[in-house]
């Protein structure tokens, strides 16, 4: 079996604060992209490979969260 990896990256401009739950939006809002793209019959019909959900996101040049999603 394969593996194949979705990944969605966010970023956030490194001059604005991570205050008012920005950081919070930006990881939920990447996730739910990913489920989305994970649901998706192109990916689901596909036995042979099995399909990794990456979120990243990113304030100026720093990684802040790396997560896997299922």
Known sequence: MHTGFIIELKYLKRRKSLKDGELQEATEAARSQVQGYL????????????????????????????????
């Not at 998706?40 to 990456?54: E, L």
């Not at 990243?56 to 999603?69: D, I, Q, T, Y």
């Open 39 to 70: 649901q998706k019959d192109r990916f689901v019909g596909m036995d042979s490979v099995n399909y990794i959900g990456v979120v990243l996101v990113f304030h100026g040049w720093e990684m802040v969260v790396c997560e896997e999603v299922k």
